[in-house]
């Protein structure tokens, strides 16, 4: 089986994705993994992402730009590892 | 060969029922949020597990899109599911939400002609955002400089704010929500007195057995009897 087609990708496509919200949204809401998600990377990076974001610190501002002290962790917790 | 309903004839009862549950769950959160209105601090939580029975959770979902029909009169004539009610009602209450006008009418315009799910919702709004612009973390790397790109990245990790969320402890979420027998029993029984309305002959193509059927039934009474009645100790 060959390897799947790997791409590039930016932390602002991550985190703007929708699932990435979702993902985040659920962990933050209490329910279980959604195993049933297409294009489940971001899911899991939202979900990731919850567990180590304050629970007060907002994905977008009011007016709908990523927050950048959420992109500036998300970034440094690729770095650690903690996100993959 | 057992006889076989028309499509469209199912297809009408289940938008009937779905329309129904939309609106129940929006007479629930309403009789709740009128019962939360008179009661004293620390009387609620007690009078929920007496009179609701599933979570509170669950409570503060219908509550929230109870609140958003009072906002939004046609909701309950709209398309919505129940978790698009709850995730719209939600974002009604929260001062930062970046839900807005724009999205909720692209949401409901939309609920008009389709069934929109809570996900559903989320995906239109999140279709409405402008795309991404670059974010400047002000961070500069010197011209000839050879750190790359993902080293000044590094370099951030040593923002004390970032550093204090990753060495602290992990923020507080609720665990994952289990859905319990009783939330099934309690949604089974709340379908069932909705297809009560109905006409038999509705019913007589299942592909439940008369038996299977009657075993339900016998349970059901077993339940319906032992409410109220003290737990034995074991």
Redesign the interface.
Do not use: C, Q, Y
């Given at each position: 089986m060959s390897q799947y087609e790997t791409r590039m990708t930016l932390p602002?496509?991550v985190?703007?994705h929708?699932n990435f919200?979702?993902g985040l949204?659920d962990?933050?809401?209490?329910?279980?993994?959604d195993a049933e998600i297409h294009d489940g990377w971001e899911y899991e990076r939202g979900r990731l992402f919850?567990?180590?974001?304050?629970?007060n610190m907002?994905l977008?501002?009011?007016a709908?730009?990523?927050n950048?002290?959420a992109?500036?962790?998300y970034?440094?917790?690729r770095?650690?590892g903690?996100i993959l | 060969m057992r006889n076989r309903r028309d499509l469209a004839l199912i297809s009408a009862e289940l938008q009937t029922a779905l329309k129904n549950e939309t609106v129940n769950v929006i007479a629930i959160g309403s009789l709740l949020n009128e019962a939360q209105a008179q009661l004293e601090h620390g009387e609620w939580l007690p009078w929920l597990k007496e009179n609701f029975g599933s979570s509170v959770k669950t409570a503060e979902n219908y509550m929230a899109a109870a609140r958003l029909a009072d906002k939004f009169e046609t909701v309950s004539n709209l398309k919505l599911r129940p978790t698009a009610l709850y995730l719209l009602g939600r974002e009604l209450d929260d001062p930062n939400s970046w839900f807005d006008c724009q999205a909720l009418e692209a949401i409901f315009a939309a609920a008009k002609t389709e069934w929109i799910s809570g996900d559903r919702a989320r995906e239109i709004a999140w279709s409405l955002l402008p795309p991404p612009e670059p974010v400047n973390l002000e961070i500069t790397v010197e011209e000839g400089d050879d750190e790359t790109a993902d080293e000044a990245l590094l370099l951030m990790e040593e923002d004390n704010d970032v550093r204090d969320v990753l060495d602290g402890p992990p923020p507080e979420v609720p665990p994952p929500v289990v859905k319990t027998v009783h939330d099934m029993f309690d949604q089974a029984v709340l379908t069932l007195t909705q297809l009560q309305t109905k006409s038999l002959t509705s019913f007589v193509a299942t592909t439940h057995t008369p038996d299977s059927i009657r075993a339900v039934s016998v349970f059901l009474k077993q339940v319906a009897d032992a409410i109220g009645v003290p737990r034995k100790k074991v």
């Open positions: 602002e496509w985190m703007t929708s919200a979702r949204d962990v933050r809401s209490g329910r279980p993994f919850g567990a180590i974001a304050p629970r907002r977008l501002t009011r709908k730009n990523l950048p002290k992109l500036k962790l970034i440094a917790a770095h650690r903690l | -």
